[in-house]
């Protein structure tokens, strides 16, 4: 079955330090996989793509994520975190037999990143 | 341009009372999708849109209808809301099969009670 998984509920880092916000996902083929941030009370904003190409991708925000096929894993990374980037992370993945051509996503469950200052 | 828009951003409804959900964008967008969140799922799709006039089912159709009737516009309809169908309901759009476009781009929400 193809499905996304966010492992973590939570990831707490200090201000300053890198992090990461992990993303696994089950799919036969080759997935479009995406990054979008929720901040409060409001709607979800992408923040980057990987389509094919340079496995490792940049984004909005100083964010980046490296896409591995061999472990199915799309971690989202930030080298000095920033309080401001504490928000609610969602990995999006969409699948080629999933639906057709629609560019129907699979969310994941959802990551709480808190910066501590 | 203004993006995706949801009208209104909170509702509170009675069980067994209807409304709908209205969502525009001006991006010239294919195609329409509408979701639900809830705490620990993640976003679940009701029903999407690859243009005007088509409609589909997605994950959680049940309860749920929509209707396309102009290319820039989205309807979510509950006909008799129950208290499962408290969410938030967000409404996103994307070009149509252009895979290096394919990200969805989001409305702000709606927050809907049903008591």
């Known amino acids: 079955a193809q499905s996304v998984a966010q492992p973590e509920d939570q990831v707490n880092v200090a201000e300053g330090n890198p992090l990461t916000v992990k993303c696994t996902y089950s799919v036969s083929g080759n997935p479009y996989l995406f990054w979008y941030v929720q901040y409060p009370n409001r709607g979800l904003q992408f923040l980057l793509k990987?389509?094919?190409?340079?496995?490792l991708v940049k984004g909005s925000y100083g964010f980046e994520a490296e896409f591995n096929k061999s472990q199915t894993s799309f971690h989202l990374k930030k080298p000095s975190a920033l309080v401001s980037d504490s928000a609610l992370y969602f990995c999006a993945v969409r699948f080629p037999n999933y639906g057709g051509a629609t560019n129907k996503l699979i969310f994941g469950t959802g990551t709480l990143l808190a910066v501590q200052p | 341009n203004a993006g995706v828009t949801q009208t209104p951003k909170f509702r509170v409804l009675k069980t067994g009372q209807s409304m709908t959900l209205l969502c525009a964008q001006d991006?010239?967008?294919?195609?329409m999708y509408w979701y639900r969140q809830d705490p620990g799922m993640g976003l679940r799709l009701i029903h999407y849109s690859v243009g005007e006039g088509t409609t589909a089912k997605g994950e959680v159709p049940d309860g749920y209808n929509v209707s396309r009737l102009k290319k820039q516009n989205f309807l979510l309809g509950l006909e008799s809301a129950a208290p499962s169908q408290t969410s938030v309901y967000f409404c996103?759009?994307?070009?149509?099969?252009?895979?290096?476009?394919?990200?969805?781009?989001f409305g702000p929400g709606t927050r809907l009670t049903v008591l």
């Open positions: 991006m010239n967008h294919e195609y």
């Open positions: 990987y389509i094919t190409g340079d496995n």
């Open positions: 996103a759009s994307s070009f149509g099969l252009a895979g290096a476009l394919a990200e969805q781009f």
